[in-house]
């Protein structure tokens, strides 16, 4: 796809103000329209993204008995959830059967001092299970590094977006917890039930995803402001960003959380797909609320994150 909007972090590190506004202008208005767009210019050492490839390959051959090895905490999203645990549509009240796919997830690296909020210590700060494969929580937690410094460099260019000085974010966001997780969707040996998807219809509930979709595959869909679904293909050597509901809320709606899926191509049930999606939640206790306009519909980063996991995984 030739039109999809890209993103030169390095070429906004390099300009001047007015070039930042530019950049920042044309930003404002992808995240008005989809809020999708891809990343380049990021930094991110490709040895760093290949070696978490290899290690959620091995990691997703080995037999369901070894995966469940590294089941989650009771009421923690961390470790591995197999298949037919969770259903994203259902996290926006839409009963549909689970989302064809099996996923290995991780939290925050260190519980921030003083933090004592019972729910953030046993949801968000619950311990990573990680498997014993040799090098697997290395790669992990360097590649969540990257990420996190990723996350808050495309923050302070959405602080820009917005006319806001590039700091803005930064409070909000200096003990971030966000969660990654690293997908696979099985080749499909039988037909799916009705409304059945690789991933169901929803929007991301923090405040910023980073895809990588794994190179060739397909199927990663987004709602167009027109109503219709556009594919979007992996682009080599960027990430694919796109805002979550809390950009949207903190914008007012300025901003478009976008409804997107994974489906299925007719000539790829029998491929499989990986992606690693990098999902960038602010602070536990972060209060978000419109920067402008009426203050309706205040939100607390951590609790929302629980009450939306807890939806799609009941
Ligand atoms: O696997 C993908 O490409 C996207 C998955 C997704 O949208 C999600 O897990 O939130
Ligand atoms: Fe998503």
Not at 224 to 237: F, H, K, L, Q
Not at 250 to 264: D, F, I
Request: aromatic fraction near 10%.
């Amino acid at each position: 796809m030739t039109d999809f909007p890209l993103l030169d972090l390095a070429a906004f590190a390099a300009a001047d103000p007015e070039g930042r506004a530019a950049i920042g202008a044309e930003v404002d208005r992808i995240c008005r329209e989809t809020g999708f767009l891809a990343v380049t210019g990021h930094g991110v050492p490709d040895e760093v993204i290949e070696n978490l490839w290899s290690h959620a390959r091995t990691f997703f051959a080995q037999s369901p008995e070894d995966k469940h090895k590294v089941a989650p905490t009771p009421g923690g999203p961390y470790g591995y959830l197999g298949p037919g645990t969770e259903a994203l549509a259902k996290s926006r009240g839409e009963d549909t059967p689970p989302d064809l796919k099996e996923s290995f997830n991780g939290g925050p690296a260190a519980i921030p001092p003083g933090e004592t909020d019972p729910d953030a210590l046993a949801f968000c700060y619950a311990p990573t299970p990680f498997p014993a494969l040799p090098g697997f929580k290395d790669a992990w937690r360097t590649y969540y590094a990257e990420m996190e410094t990723l996350a808050a460099r495309i923050m302070e260019v959405f602080a820009v977006a917005l006319d806001l000085p590039a700091d803005h974010f930064a409070p909000f966001i200096s003990t971030p917890i966000s969660g990654m997780r690293a997908l696979n969707y099985p080749a499909q040996d039988k037909a799916p039930k009705e409304n059945q998807l690789r991933a169901g219809a929803h929007t991301d509930y923090g405040s910023l995803t980073i895809l990588l979709p794994e190179p060739g595959s397909r199927g990663l869909e987004i709602l167009t402001p027109e109503g219709t679904w556009r594919g979007i293909p992996p682009v080599d050597g960027a990430f694919v960003i796109n805002i979550g509901d809390l950009m949207a809320l903190w914008t007012n709606g300025r901003w478009t959380s976008t409804l997107h899926r994974v489906v299925t191509p007719p000539d790829w049930a029998t491929k499989t797909r990986m992606s690693i999606a990098y999902f960038h939640q602010p602070n536990w206790h972060a209060e978000i609320k419109p920067l402008s306009g009426p203050a309706s519909g205040s939100v607390t980063s951590g609790p929302y994150l629980m009450s939306k996991f807890a939806a799609a995984n009941g």
